[in-house]
Each structure stands twice: as C-alpha cells, then as structure tokens.
C-alpha cells in the first residue's frame, strides 16, 4: 500500500544547532502538510505545500516540495528548546485521505 | 469557538465491551477524520467523512464503525474491543475548498482495552 516513511526516527541536538527531517512516498503527493505534536499533546498544523519544487519560510523553520512531488523536507536553523516535539508530514494521496509518515522525534539539550 | 472536543479523555475496557468515542467540532467544517496513534508511532486514519451522510474506510477501519448524521458530530464506535485497538484515538476536521485544508486536531482520546 501507499506508504510515507521520515528519517531520521529520533535526532537529538544541542540547541543552536539545525535539524532537519525528510519525507519520502511511494507515490506522487496533491499536495504536503507539515505538523507538530508536543510530547503528550495533539497535532498542530504547521503548513501546506502544494506545488512541485515550492519552497516555504516560517521564520527559523524552512519547508520544501520535492519536483516529483513524492518527497519533502523540514529545515529548522538554530534549534529551540521550544521545538522539542515529534514533526510529521502528512501527504494528501487521494480526494481526501491523508497518509501521515512515520515521524521525527526532535529532543534539543540545553 | 471551542474547536473540536472529544469524549471521554480517558477509558479503560475490558476485552468485548463496546464504546463510542464523540467527537464535536463547531467550525462548520465539511471534512471530519478519525485516526489512531499507537505509542511512538504515526498516526493512521481510521474512517473520514466529507460530509453529512458521507463515511468512507482509512487504512485501518477493521474493528470500527462510524456515522456522521450532522455536519458538527462524527462519533466512532467500538463493537468488540480488543488488546490490539489499545491506542490513542484522534478526531480531526477540515474545511476543504481544494485549496488550504489544514486538519484541526481534537485533544486525543486515551484508550486501554485489558
């Protein structure tokens, strides 16, 4: 079936140091969400991307669309301890299903 | 707008019994989801419904009933539970115009079949 895989699975940093988490389909994507879930909390959306090669800006956090439309990736310049949490991409594979990835868990030391 | 709420926040079953989780969102929105997330894990769609009336299987629906007779409530049934559906249950809503339809996501429902 359609699967939608994120490396790394966990990445500890040191904070002031980038992360960065990748997203890999099976298949070509309509479009990608990025979102965020604090330990013990729900997912919170982050951003969408829709267009083959897009690149997108959030402040320290950068998003791009692969130009096949089946990978993506999220940058993060200069970690927080405030962007400890698991980020998931979400891709869009049908009219309205939604394939979440795997996940990456980011842990920033102080 | 309280967003999307779900009941209860916590369960504990035991094997064979039955429940419904609720799920209400009150942004008007025509897409409602339900997915599962087992501990360190992705998340899984269950069902979703793209509209009064209108339910369609995820990956994983086996196990699992749902209706959505109005646009606000979206409830998931559990017939038999069983060890393997202990996990956490998410309800999700969007407004989808095929443009933006990012996912608000209920606060989780914690759920240990014993």
């Known amino acids: 079936g359609q699967q939608v895989m994120q490396i790394p699975q966990y990445q500890h940093v040191q904070e002031g140091e980038d992360f960065t988490t990748y997203c890999n389909s099976s298949t070509t994507l309509s479009n990608i969400q990025w979102y965020k879930q604090r330990p013990g909390g729900h997912p919170v959306f982050l951003i969408q991307l829709v267009k083959s090669g897009e690149v997108k800006k959030q402040k320290r956090l950068t998003f791009q669309f692969g130009e096949a439309k089946k990978n993506s990736s999220l940058h993060i310049t200069a970690t927080q301890t405030t962007d400890v949490g698991t980020y998931f991409c979400?891709?869009?594979?049908?009219?309205?299903?939604?394939?979440f990835g795997t996940g990456t868990r980011l842990k920033v030391l102080a | 707008n309280a967003g999307v709420t779900q009941t209860p926040k916590f369960r504990i079953l035991k094997i064979g019994q039955s429940m419904t989780l609720q799920c209400t969102q009150d942004?008007?929105?025509?897409?409602m989801y339900w997915y599962r997330q087992d501990p360190g894990m992705g998340l899984k769609l269950i069902y979703y419904s793209v509209g009064a009336g209108i339910t369609d299987k995820g990956e994983v629906p086996n196990g699992y009933n749902v209706s959505r007779s109005t646009t606000e409530d979206f409830p998931l049934r559990l017939e038999l539970a069983a060890p393997s559906q202990t996990s956490v249950y998410f309800c999700a809503s969007s407004y989808s115009d095929r443009g933006l339809n990012e996912q608000f996501f209920g606060p989780g429902t914690r759920l240990t079949v014993l």
């Open positions: 942004m008007n929105h025509n897409y």
């Open positions: 979400a891709g869009l594979t049908g009219t309205y299903k939604y394939i």
